[in-house]
């Protein structure tokens, strides 16, 4: 069974703004990396999702910090001001810069090129959660 909530972003980081009822969010580039700083935030959408199978899609509409965005799914209670959750279980997800995979024993592995952003052509990254039978696919732009 495909479960389809009213999704939004819910969570973020401290240097992020939720807006557009929740539909954008917005990294404020001023003051990024200082010094002890990884410069990743985490921003989550939805409730907690404990079974079945959850599909959503991300469209990026302007590039951040070196076009970087992290697009797939974490585990509820993470630091949203943390970045250091590639090396664990905790979350999985692609990496826009280079399509390369961060999770379940992948780091930076199988890349495949950066998402398209901003004016013109842009990538939707979508994500198909399946809690039950325990795996997740990742989509570009419908393939």
């Given at each position: 069974?495909?479960?389809?909530?009213?999704?939004?972003?819910?969570?973020?980081?401290?240097?992020?703004?939720?807006s557009g009822e929740g539909l954008v969010a917005t990294r404020d580039e001023s003051g990024y990396q200082l010094v002890g700083e990884s410069g990743y935030q985490l921003v989550t959408g939805g409730?907690?999702?404990?079974?079945?199978?959850h599909y959503w899609e991300v469209e990026l509409t302007r590039a951040g910090y070196g076009g970087v965005i992290f697009v797939g799914a974490a585990?509820?209670?993470?630091?949203?001001d943390k970045g250091e959750h590639d090396g664990t279980s905790?979350?999985?997800?692609?990496?826009?810069?280079?399509?390369?995979?961060?999770?379940?024993?992948?780091?930076?592995?199988?890349?495949?090129g950066h998402f398209a952003?901003?004016?013109?052509?842009?990538?939707?990254?979508?994500?198909?959660?399946?809690l039950d039978a325990g795996w997740m696919r990742l989509y570009r732009s419908g393939t």
């Amino acid at each position: 069974m495909l479960i389809r909530l009213g999704w939004r972003w819910d969570e973020c980081g401290s240097k992020i703004t939720l807006s557009g009822e929740g539909l954008v969010a917005t990294r404020d580039e001023s003051g990024y990396q200082l010094v002890g700083e990884s410069g990743y935030q985490l921003v989550t959408g939805g409730s907690p999702m404990t079974e079945g199978r959850h599909y959503w899609e991300v469209e990026l509409t302007r590039a951040g910090y070196g076009g970087v965005i992290f697009v797939g799914a974490a585990r509820p209670g993470l630091d949203h001001d943390k970045g250091e959750h590639d090396g664990t279980s905790e979350a999985y997800y692609i990496d826009g810069g280079s399509g390369s995979l961060y999770g379940n024993g992948k780091l930076g592995t199988d890349a495949q090129g950066h998402f398209a952003h901003g004016e013109g052509s842009r990538d939707r990254i979508g994500v198909l959660l399946d809690l039950d039978a325990g795996w997740m696919r990742l989509y570009r732009s419908g393939t």
